[in-house]
């Protein structure tokens, strides 16, 4: 359905990316037919702009639309290397226009989600809604979600402890089969630990045809020509490919942060990255906005204000994170040395359970015995006094 000029709205959905496409979807379930609801984007969202990777325990929302999952991966440390079986995680892989054509097909046949494909200018607050300024016009609501990254909350998150997950990937085809297409490559740190931390993974769709995308972890963004010439260094040494061919190419950069992002202002709420959804440690994201979206619907359903503040476990869990960013972005150990700690010494699932932030406080600590204990404890105290 077309957006109305001026009409008051019960929710609006600044941005229809991951988070608020997310959000849409459950907010598409039949109990909300009776409110009005608006979804903006500048996009039209057909693009191949990018392939999530994010593991869950069985079936999940995104399966019909999912290209590949998988139980188990590789892992490979500058020194050692391990095949992890996920333990009843599946690693699912789900490239972006699979994503947005599954999430407009459901929403179209919904009479109360309307469409309005606009550059939003500005959003504005007020005591009782908020208002939406766009190239469309603008609309009021009593709620509005928004996931655009306003510059000034990027600034400010790049006060705390900030590195850019960079990257940039190539969907290989080779005549010849190259890849174990029933085992991605997680992360690969084989390679040249220059200017940051690096590694390439491998999510492979068949045997002759993959994704490799080569990705730093670093204050800086690199140009083009560098994660090239890492990608057909990591090709023809780690791969052993004679030849292949490149099809699409996909980059991008992920903020890392340890500034706490807002999660309201007004009636304005924020999801996504801009809402903090990206752990601060990792760049994974996805898992997160579903998990965000659900609390947000939750809410809703019990007709209280949709904020959904950090819980303690949040809290703790952002903690280890700032603590482990801390450690990169001060370079007090190397970040592949670390990661091979991680995945080494602990069982996947222990790993996944711990990143996803749903491990129990002896699964916390057998993870924390992974890395050097007397560096992590002053990095976490000296975070924990700089949160205080
Ligand atoms: C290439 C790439 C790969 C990634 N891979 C993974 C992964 O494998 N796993 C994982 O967990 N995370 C991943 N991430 C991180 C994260 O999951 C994604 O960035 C995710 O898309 C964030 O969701 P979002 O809704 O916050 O932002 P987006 O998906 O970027 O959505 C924001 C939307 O707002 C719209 N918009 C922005 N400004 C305006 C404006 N002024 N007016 C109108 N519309 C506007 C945009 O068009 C966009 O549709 C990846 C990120 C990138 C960039």
Request: hydrophobic share 35%; aromatic share 14%.
């Amino acid at each position: 359905m077309e957006a109305v000029k001026g009409t008051a709205y019960d929710y609006i959905i600044a941005g229809a990316g991951a988070a608020g496409l997310s959000l849409a979807l459950r907010l598409s379930h039949p109990d909300f037919n009776n409110r009005r609801i608006l979804l903006i984007d500048r996009s039209a969202k057909t693009e191949n702009d990018r392939t999530w990777c994010f593991w869950e325990e069985g079936d999940g929302l995104f399966d019909p639309v999912c290209l590949r999952q998988w139980s188990q991966f590789d892992f490979f440390g500058p020194s050692a290397s391990r095949r992890l079986e996920l333990g009843g995680y599946r690693y699912k892989m789900l490239r972006g226009p699979d994503f947005y054509r599954f999430a407009q097909d459901r929403l179209s046949t919904c009479s109360h989600i309307e469409w309005c494909q606009a550059e939003v200018y500005h959003t504005g607050h007020g005591e009782t809604g908020a208002e939406v300024h766009t190239s469309a016009g603008s609309f009021t609501a009593r709620w509005v979600f928004s996931s655009l990254l306003e510059n000034d909350v990027l600034k400010s998150a790049q006060q705390g402890h900030f590195l850019w997950q960079h990257f940039l990937g190539w969907e290989i085809q080779t005549e010849q089969a190259a890849f174990n297409s029933d085992c991605p490559v997680f992360m690969d740190f084989r390679t040249p630990q220059r200017d940051g931390t690096c590694f390439v993974y491998v999510l492979p769709y068949t045997t002759t045809h993959a994704l490799v995308e080569y990705t730093v972890f670093s204050p800086e963004v690199w140009p083009t020509y560098a994660y090239e010439d890492e990608l057909r260094a990591y090709l023809s040494t780690h791969l052993r490919l004679g030849s292949w061919q490149v099809g699409h190419v996909e980059e991008g950069k992920i903020p890392m942060s340890s500034a706490a992002f807002p999660v309201r202002r007004g009636h304005v709420l924020f999801l996504g990255t801009a809402g903090g959804q990206t752990k601060g440690s990792t760049g994974y994201t996805f898992s997160n906005i579903q998990r965000h979206s659900d609390a947000i619907v939750a809410l809703l359903r019990r007709s209280q204000p949709p904020i959904v503040n950090p819980d303690f476990r949040r809290q703790r869990y952002r903690l280890y994170d700032n603590t482990l960013l801390s450690v990169l972005c001060l370079g007090d150990f190397s970040g592949s040395e670390l990661f091979e700690r991680l995945f080494t010494r602990n069982p996947a699932r222990r790993m996944l359970r711990f990143l996803d932030e749903a491990a129990h406080l002896g699964e916390e600590l057998l993870v924390m015995n992974s890395v050097p204990r007397r560096l992590f404890a002053r990095r976490f105290m000296q975070e924990w006094f700089r949160k205080s």
